[in-house]
């Protein structure tokens, strides 16, 4: 147990519909980060919060979003959903950008 | 183009021996790496890192070995055990990058007992 929680674990909508996806950061990490894993892809980033603040942005679309809050959650939101967006959806925490991260066990997200 | 890859998509060990597994990079900013092991159904599980100041960490029957001049990183798993089945996942990130990870593909391994 990594003791990062993702909710929920699975959900399947329709296309044009959006969804929130939900993390709970380990304990005492400051750090959250979200990755998106497709099936001909690897664990691609997608956007990182710091206490509350967006710190770095990878490849993510401008239909998804994200915030930090202050409680240390965090909450993914896909909007306009695609046929494309199906996939994994990790969180992950950490103490600090240069300590390991530790990931959720993902919410598959599948789109009809 | 693919910052960080693992050329090889699986690997078979006898229960026992050295499982071995590699990894190379392009960006010469990587200043540290990390191997996560994965089941099905889980997320990935820190197993080892290291800095670009070291050439080798240690943590049980997990090695880690960097070699900045050539761009590769291994993972050397001694005694390799059925439990060790999964995804390997190598990682690296850069000072610059505020710790987000860029992952390879990941290799499969299966030890066989």
């Known amino acids: 147990d990594s003791g990062v929680t993702q909710t929920p674990k699975h959900l399947i909508t329709a296309t044009g519909q959006r969804v929130t996806l939900r993390c709970s950061p380990r304990?005492?990490?400051?750090?959250v980060y979200w990755y998106q894993q497709s099936l001909d892809q690897g664990l691609q980033f997608l956007i990182q919060?710091?206490?509350?603040?967006?710190?770095a942005k990878g490849n993510i679309l401008e239909r998804f979003s994200a915030q930090q809050f202050p409680d240390l959650h965090s909450e993914l939101n896909l909007s306009s959903l695609e046929l494309g967006d199906s996939a994994l959806y990790f969180c992950?925490?950490?103490?600090?950008?240069?300590?390991?991260?530790?990931f959720g066990d993902g919410t598959r997200l599948s789109i009809l | 183009d693919q910052q960080v890859k693992q050329n090889s998509p699986s690997l078979s060990v006898q229960e026992g021996r050295i499982s071995i597994l590699n990894c190379d990079y392009t960006?010469?900013?990587?200043?540290?790496f990390l191997w996560y092991k994965k089941y099905p159904a889980e997320g990935p599980t820190f197993l080892i890192s290291?800095?670009?100041?070291?050439d080798k960490n240690e943590d049980g029957r997990f090695t880690v070995f960097l070699n900045k001049s050539a761009k590769h990183l291994s993972l050397h798993i001694v005694p390799s055990q059925p439990g060790d089945s999964a995804v390997y996942f190598c990682?690296?990130?850069?000072?610059?990058?505020?710790?987000?990870?860029?992952f390879g593909k990941g290799t499969k391994l299966s030890v066989k007992p």
């Open positions: 290291i800095s670009s100041i070291k």
């Open positions: 990682a690296a990130s850069d000072e610059g990058s505020q710790g987000n990870l860029i």
């Open positions: 919060y710091y206490n509350g603040e967006e710190r």
């Open positions: 992950a925490s950490s103490e600090a950008h240069n300590q390991p991260q530790h």
């Open positions: 960006n010469s900013m990587f200043d540290y």
């Open positions: 304990s005492g990490d400051l750090s």
